[in-house]
């Protein structure tokens, strides 16, 4: 049901379900041997924040439910970055679902708090435990080359979710997750056919409220949307960084409405901080999204944002998919019926929703036909997450 609202990226050919770069990979030499349930305890590197992550429990809570580690399950590490929005809690909700003890896997999760230093060791406990396959979603795209040689000398494979790794590709089987690029230039086109719809060609005055700094999300949808903003003339006055998180984006919009007398544009990298965004624009008697002065661009669709492109009080809103789990779970397969999977990397596809019609189709400059969808009631019910 998740892909009934999904745009084909072309040439889908070259995306999916794998793209680019294929390689073999080192198999772990042997299956671990028993692990302690007091040994899983210790996975809890990252600390006890793990417990709220949307309902989730942390890595000791699953272990010490399994009390032993039978030799039949599949031991997975995964270092998750937080819980900082509700994408995350899709993504982790994902995970957990998908690697279930009836699935026939034994779930180490790791809720890292967004803390880079817990993360890498998180990593490394999981190395040291010798889990079968080690799942990270990296917090930044950089750091990573010491811990994942100790992963490839153990010969433990890793797969590596969402946001982006930067290492040599020797290091990792395989990463699935989304274009971020690809989902800034779509907000920057689309902008630009917004804008054009409505003939404002005077200045555009634009604040961006950036995701985590070194984020392949921030780095990805601020690359994407800025080379609009530069083909354009567009006036980008400000861009800092709201964390990814609600509080984030209602701080920086305060001190944006503070600096900035005139707002034409908010760009918002994730739907949690355009949320703190709107209540900061409503305190400040600001109008905004469908019928109101200033346009609110965010990222991520998730159910409660799509909820807020009903309303009309973000204007468009572009996809990135957190549930890639299943993804993961088809290359474990193949791994461990002695296979490889078919390539490094791989996309998942995505879609773009608005408030109105005001425009329902263009093309990026990228040369990407985009279709928007408009979002109503049967929209909003068949968004899970
Ligand atoms: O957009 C944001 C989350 O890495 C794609 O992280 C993910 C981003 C997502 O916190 O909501």
Redesign the pocket.
């Known amino acids: 049901p998740f892909f009934f609202l999904m745009i084909r990226r072309p040439p889908r050919s070259t995306l999916f379900p794998y793209t680019t770069l294929f390689r073999s990979m080192r198999m772990k030499k042997a299956l671990v041997a028993t692990l302690t349930a007091a040994m899983v305890f210790s996975l809890t590197a990252c600390g006890s924040s793990g417990e709220s992550a949307g309902g989730s429990s942390s890595g000791s809570k699953d272990a010490s439910s399994s009390s032993s580690k039978s030799d039949d399950l599949i031991s997975i590490g995964f270092a998750q ?1 937080g819980h ?5 809690t899709a993504s982790t909700e994902s995970c957990r679902s998908t690697f279930s003890k009836e699935n026939g896997y034994n779930l180490s999760f790791v809720d890292c708090d967004n803390k880079s230093a817990d993360q890498l060791e998180a990593v490394r406990n999981f190395v040291e435990q010798e889990v079968d396959y080690i799942i990270i ?1 990296p917090i930044v795209e950089t750091g990573w080359d010491t811990v994942l040689k100790e992963a490839k000398d153990a010969g433990i494979p890793v797969l590596v979710i ?2 982006n790794i930067k290492v040599d590709e020797s290091l990792y089987t395989a990463w699935v997750g ?1 274009d ?1 690029t690809a989902e800034g230039e779509s907000a920057g086109a689309w902008l630009k056919a917004y804008l054009e719809a409505k003939k404002k060609t005077d200045k555009v005055n634009i604040v961006t409220i950036a ?2 700094n070194g ?3 921030q780095i990805g949808r601020t690359k994407g949307f800025n080379k609009y903003v530069k083909a354009n003339g567009w006036n980008l006055l400000d861009e800092q960084d709201g964390d ?1 998180t609600q509080d984030g984006g209602q701080k920086i919009m305060e001190s944006y409405l503070k600096s900035y007398k005139d707002i034409d544009v908010v760009v918002c ?4 901080e355009a949320f703190g965004a709107i209540d900061a624009l409503k305190a400040a008697g600001k109008t905004y999204g469908k019928d109101g002065d200033i346009i609110i661009i965010s ?2 669709a998730t159910n409660a944002g799509l909820k807020n492109v009903k309303e009309g009080s973000i204007n468009a809103d572009f996809e ?1 998919n ?1 549930l890639a789990a299943p993804y993961l779970e088809d290359i474990i397969k193949k791994i461990k019926d002695g296979g490889k999977p078919d390539n490094q990397k791989v996309y998942v596809d995505e879609a773009c929703f608005a408030c109105d019609d005001t425009v329902s189709s263009f093309k990026t400059d990228e040369g990407k036909e985009i279709t928007m969808t408009v979002v109503d009631d049967k929209v909003l019910k068949e968004r899970a997450y």
């Open positions: 970055v900082e929005s509700d994408w995350r979603d969402d946001r989304s971020f995701g985590t984020s392949s999300a990814f990298q994730n739907d949690n990222f991520d990135c957190p």
